[in-house]
């Protein structure tokens, strides 16, 4: 079952534009992490926040996290065409729970 | 590149038959994970060693299975194949034993099932 649901499934940018996604998810969680997947190919961690953390940077990506409303977004600035790829949020619900729980990403196309 | 390997690259095969993924994580990596990506399904988490040992069972058939060896490479093994299994299988490791860290995925291996 999906966890986290992103919103919009696909987003179409140019070169330069701020990227903004969203995922919203459903029981507590211990962390919320973000992955990009370049067609077809191995998943890359981008960022983990925990829930005790509102809001952390790393380079041109920024997330922030809300679990009054069970939601996060990720923004990538001044994206490149690079940047071209599907990002998926997944949360861990932390205790005995070790697996990470997908949501079924946003597609990313940044216009060179 | 992840440090994760995975073979075979691209698997072919037919309805009910027997395949075998393998999977080295990195160098230092005690957790092995296994996904499976679909179109339909999206990315599932199948099932969790750590140091040799099942940590925890996710959307895993009773057709498959998996395993973790003393020198830490797992084995997933999918039985009585089906249409429906065709799918890419991702393995992933960690340091840690929760999910209190990112993952590191290897690149997959295409499983199609004919």
């Known amino acids: 079952s999906q966890q986290g649901e992103e919103d919009p499934q696909a987003l179409s940018i140019q070169e330069g534009e701020n990227a903004t996604m969203n995922c919203s998810y459903k029981t507590s969680i211990n962390n919320l992490q973000w992955y990009r997947q370049n067609s077809g190919r191995g998943l890359v961690h981008l960022i983990l926040i925990r829930s005790n953390e509102r809001e952390k940077h790393s380079g041109r990506l920024r997330v922030t996290l809300d679990t009054s409303k069970k939601s996060s977004s990720l923004l990538i600035t001044a994206s490149r065409a690079a940047d071209t790829a599907s990002y998926f949020c997944a949360t861990n619900s932390g205790g005995s729970n070790y697996k990470l729980t997908f949501g079924k990403g946003t597609l990313l196309t940044v216009n060179p | 590149d992840s440090g994760v390997t995975q073979t075979p690259k691209h698997l072919i095969t037919a309805t009910g038959q027997r395949v075998t993924l393998r999977c080295s994580p990195r160098?230092?990596?005690?957790?092995v994970y296994w996904y499976q990506q679909s179109l339909d399904q999206g990315l599932q988490f199948l099932i969790q060693y750590y140091n040799g040992e099942e940590r925890a069972k996710g959307n895993i058939l009773e057709r498959f299975s998996a395993q973790q060896f003393p020198d830490l490479h797992s084995e997933l093994n999918l039985s009585s194949l089906e249409l429906g299994d065709s799918a890419l299988y991702f393995c992933a490791s960690s340091v840690g034993s929760g999910g209190s860290l990112g993952q590191y995925f290897g690149p997959g291996t295409r499983l199609t099932v004919l």
């Open positions: 160098s230092g990596d005690l957790s």
